[in-house]
């Protein structure tokens, strides 16, 4: 199929299914210039995320991955939300999308207006005491230096989940009530190698959801899973879907 036919194919599913649901992942917010981890390049090429990003590393050396923290903290102030955010915001204003399971911390959804946002791994923008949960805003507690620190005297971490770190678990039944409950499943930018969140695919295909993927690379949804995939960016698949719809 060519990428136009591939593109109505999906419009039509969601136009005439309604009732979707996205699953997104570092993909989707690589056109706002915030690195992947896979098929990474600047940040990730200096900072192993296997080695800076597990819950093991932050509490074996907290001012160490503080380097990588405040770096990845800066690019996500900078940044700003593209078309393929601004898409699935349309899509939820059009009374087609329902909700999006993201995998991000950018809060780049919410920026572009979508306004049922599941943060599976959490956010980036709060730092929480690992001693007391005291709360503090990332921004304004780094600018005193790093690594941050609580009133209490402890280290702070960013409130998002590092590898080895339970999901947040109001978090994982509201993905799971999605994933179960939509009718198709729009998986976007994302490798599917992270557990547990490369599970919710599969959750949605067993009660018969319909699985488009948007990944410019085959994952290992690609043939398992999905019943579409496009192979293309997520902003051009996403404003390219929306035309579709609105055309229909
Ligand atoms: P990943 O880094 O494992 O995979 C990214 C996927 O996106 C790859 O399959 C790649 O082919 C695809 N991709 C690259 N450019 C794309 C584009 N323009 N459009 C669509 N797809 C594109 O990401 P993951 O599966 O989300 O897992 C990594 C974990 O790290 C997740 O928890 C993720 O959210 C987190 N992380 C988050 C951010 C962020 O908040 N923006 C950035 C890096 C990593
Ligand atoms: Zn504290």
New binding site residues.
């Given amino acids: 199929m060519g990428a136009r036919d591939l593109i109505r194919e999906a419009a039509e599913v969601l136009a005439s299914r309604k009732n979707a649901v996205a699953l997104t992942?570092?993909?989707?917010?690589?056109?706002s210039g915030?690195?992947?981890?896979?098929?990474a390049q600047g940040l990730w090429e200096r900072y192993d995320p296997m080695e800076y990003a597990t819950i093991a590393a932050f509490l074996r050396d907290p001012g160490k991955v503080w380097i990588m923290l405040s770096e990845m903290i800066d690019i996500?102030a900078r940044a700003v939300p593209n078309a393929?955010h601004r898409g699935l915001a349309e899509l939820e204003r059009m009374g087609i999308l329902r909700s999006v399971i993201t995998?991000?911390?950018?809060g780049l959804h919410q920026a572009a207006g979508s306004r049922k946002v599941i943060e599976f791994?959490g956010n980036a923008e709060a730092l929480v005491c690992i001693a007391c949960w005291k709360r503090y805003v990332s921004r304004e507690k780094i600018r005193d230096g790093i690594p941050p620190r609580c009133e209490c005297g402890e280290i702070l971490k960013p409130d998002l989940v590092l590898f080895g770190e339970p999901i947040p678990w109001v978090a994982q039944g509201d993905a799971e009530t999605e994933a179960e409950g939509c009718s198709v499943l729009l998986v976007?930018?994302?490798?599917?190698?992270?557990s547990p969140?490369c599970e919710i695919p599969r959750l949605s295909k067993k009660r018969g959801a319909f699985v488009i993927e948007?990944?410019?690379?085959e994952?290992q949804l690609t043939r398992a899973v999905a019943d579409l995939h496009i192979p293309a960016?997520?902003?051009e698949a996403l404003s390219s879907l929306v035309a579709a719809i609105r055309g229909n």
């Fill in positions: 992942g570092a993909g989707i917010s690589v056109e915030i690195p992947a981890f896979r098929g996500l393929a995998q991000n911390v950018d791994h976007a930018g994302t490798s599917a190698e992270v969140a948007i990944n410019p690379e994952t960016t997520a902003g």
